[in-house]
């Protein structure tokens, strides 16, 4: 599943208060993450495969070239003519399964790789009929379409390098809605997107956006599957494998990798507690709070510079409670803020935030996070779950599907194939 709840901060007059530095002394860490360090390393490559069939109808009937995929990677097929599918080198891990089939309800269902079983999935007719032919009524495109649509692709795509890159292939199948508050997209096919920057054409099931326009908030939520494309030549293939490995420095994904392997330093992450706090005029202003330590950076801009940061102990982010070594789970008040220190914020990224400030004169990629619901699991592969669970402000806000890689994504086999 692709869940996004983000504010585009980088709209607003947002400030945070970094200017307290203390050096206090690093607390006991936790015993039971480090020592299985090295042993987690690589769990999350493990090659699976997945075993079903699709039945339909009342007579429970095989459904040949059903859709059958994992929300959020690589790894989709069709049904053969008995309805059996299968699903090879799949990734270990928690999923969304999901199944749709023309004149049907799709299925979601939550499922474990490592559970080697058969499954069996019987989807039940569409209430209307009309929705099992091909030819589907089309809403007729208003007067404000085309603001509608660069509105959702800018909001849903991105605009950043990659996102000038990427090409929504069927924009006749949305629907807008518009007030003077929101603007609410809806889709009456899965949306076909073609990335010519990262080298995948994404099959994205929308099942809502929405956008506020006081607020800059966006929200949707859908199921992906990743198709990677044929490069031309060799030299192709090598920009893609370059521009997926940029894309996946500083992600969520990495972070959610880092922060699962207990690697959050060495990956180039900084952490710290942010809390709101109103002034005296009621304003509300962020907050940071110091650090248990502090991680000497090299700045961006001089490399002979070398930047102090605050960094707050795991113990903000980990519900150690809760916690085991396989399934971290993160709980927290207010915000963490999260500093990437290994890239600079993209000069488009600079120009939307036109209106931000900072207190200090440096370029580190800087994002928020918040808790949504009370808890949520960290996965080996990067993923909080359940998804709806985080929202995020600042520079993850900023990136969106043009610089989405599916979860199996391996930085360390890096293949694409070519012509």
Not at 79 to 92: E, I, K, M, R
Request: glycine residues 6%.
């Amino acid at each position: 599943m692709s869940f996004v709840n983000v504010t585009l901060d980088y709209r607003t007059k947002t400030k945070l208060n970094l200017q307290s530095h203390f050096i206090k002394r690093w607390p006991c860490r936790i015993a039971w993450v480090l020592g299985l360090t090295l042993l987690l390393a690589g769990t999350g490559w493990a090659q699976l495969t997945i075993h079903g069939q699709i039945f339909g109808g009342k007579n429970q009937e095989p459904l040949p070239f059903a859709n059958v995929f994992l929300s959020g990677t690589t790894k989709g097929t069709t049904t053969d003519q008995t309805g059996a599918f299968t699903l090879l080198n799949v990734p270990l891990g928690k999923f969304d399964l999901i199944v749709s089939y023309i004149g049907f309800t799709t299925l979601k269902t939550t499922i474990q790789t490592q559970e080697q079983k058969t499954y069996r999935f019987l989807l039940k007719p569409l209430d209307n009929q009309l929705d099992a032919i091909t030819i589907k009524a089309r809403r007729r495109r208003g007067p404000d379409w085309t603001k509608q649509l660069a509105q959702f692709t800018d909001n849903f795509i991105g605009m950043s390098q990659n996102a000038n890159q990427c090409r929504l292939l069927n924009p006749q199948v949305l629907s807008f809605d518009q007030t003077a508050e929101t603007l609410t997209v809806t889709a009456q096919e899965p949306l076909l997107i073609e990335n010519k920057a990262l080298g995948y054409r994404i099959k994205f099931q929308l099942e809502y956006f929405t956008y506020t326009y006081a607020s800059y908030l966006v929200s949707y939520e859908g199921d992906p599957v990743f198709e990677p494309l044929i490069a031309k030549d060799s030299v192709e293939t090598q920009r893609w494998n370059e521009n997926r490995r940029k894309a996946y420095l500083g992600s969520t994904m990495h972070f959610g990798r880092a922060l699962y392997r207990h690697q959050l330093v060495q990956e180039g992450f900084v952490i710290q507690k942010v809390i709101e706090r109103r002034n005296r005029r009621g304003e509300i202003k962020l907050v940071a709070l110091p650090g248990d330590t502090t991680v000497l950076a090299q700045s961006l801009i001089n490399p002979k510079k070398v930047v102090p940061l605050p960094m707050a102990p795991y113990k903000i982010l980990l519900d150690t409670v809760h916690s085991t070594v396989l399934h971290p789970v993160i709980a927290f008040p207010d915000f963490v803020q999260v500093t990437y220190t290994k890239e600079k914020e993209p000069y488009e990224f600079q120009r939307a935030r036109r209106s931000a400030k900072y207190d200090f004169d440096i370029v580190f990629q800087t994002s928020l996070i918040r808790m949504l619901e009370p808890s949520a699991t960290v996965e080996a592969n990067g993923q909080f779950w359940n998804p709806h669970s985080i929202r995020s402000e600042g520079y993850w806000a900023w990136e969106l599907i043009a610089d989405d890689l599916p979860f199996d994504y391996n930085p360390e086999e890096q293949t694409t194939v070519s012509k």
